[in-house]
């Protein structure tokens, strides 16, 4: 294998060693977890090493880099996130190669969606980004809604055309009250994904954890780990 085969394989092994650990802990099986890997700032050439690899599921933040990306690794048997903050001018290329957004976080994102959805003639689907460090209705520092907007924009998502609701995500707040408490965000999480559920029984999807907080996201409950630096690395820095 090459170096950098080598390198990301080694990395794998640790992560998927952390996941199998937590879910032991936890009582759960490993299959009950799908390993997300965040691939932001890295090549097109790490994906395709990736996949040779076994990762399924990779994810981008930021269209211009995710755009060529997906475009170079399409022969691959890859499942795309979004996960970035998402403007409407960048929808109707990121549902070009996104097989779920999980971002959404206000209706005029979800109406863009859905019309780049239909004239494309995909179904996508979508995660409400729930925002833990904003008020009930508020809306957070790195986007997202706060826990009383979910029921309603999770209804408009399921009426969409093209749209399919999927679940709920979350990033661990750095502020407000559950600032350095990753357990008790994505255990606060887990209850919003039961409430969500209710109303929405296939919604079953919960993102949540990251390089640093995995194994609490999954002593919470989260079927999704977003996995970037444990696997490809420190990123570089942008310019």
């Not at 755009?67 to 996130?81: F, G, I, Q, S, V």
């Not at 990121?94 to 209706?107: C, E, F, H, K, N």
């Not at 179904?123 to 979910?150: M, T, Y």
């Not at 990033?171 to 350095?180: C, S």
Request: proline share 4%.
């Amino acid at each position: 294998m090459t170096d950098r085969k080598t390198q990301l394989a080694a990395n794998l092994a640790q992560v998927e060693e952390r996941i199998a650990s937590a879910c032991a802990a936890a009582g759960r099986e490993r299959e009950e977890v799908t390993l997300i890997v965040v691939t932001k700032t890295y090549p097109a050439s790490d994906v395709r090493i990736l996949s040779e690899l076994g990762v399924h599921d990779v994810a981008e933040n930021r269209d211009q880099d995710a755009a060529p990306k997906a475009a170079e690794c399409a022969d691959l048997p890859l499942r795309w996130h979004f996960v970035g903050q998402l403007q409407t001018n960048k929808v109707r290329s990121v549902v070009g190669y996104a097989d779920v957004v999980q971002s959404v976080d206000r209706s005029k994102l979800v109406t863009s969606l859905s019309a780049a959805a239909v004239r494309a003639e995909r179904e996508l689907g979508c995660l409400i980004q729930v925002a833990l460090d904003a008020g009930e209705n508020g809306r957070g520092e790195r986007g997202g809604v706060g826990p009383g907007g979910i029921e309603d924009l999770a209804a408009f998502v399921a009426d969409s055309p093209g749209l399919r609701l999927d679940g709920l995500m979350t990033v661990a707040p750095l502020t407000g009250p559950y600032a350095d408490r990753q357990q008790a965000a994505f255990e606060r999480l887990m209850d919003l994904s039961t409430d969500l559920r209710r109303a929405h029984p296939a919604a079953n999807m919960v993102s949540a954890g990251m390089s640093a907080d995995l194994e609490q996201a999954v002593a919470a409950g989260a079927t999704h780990v977003r996995v970037g630096t444990a696997v490809l690395g420190v990123r570089p820095r942008l310019g």
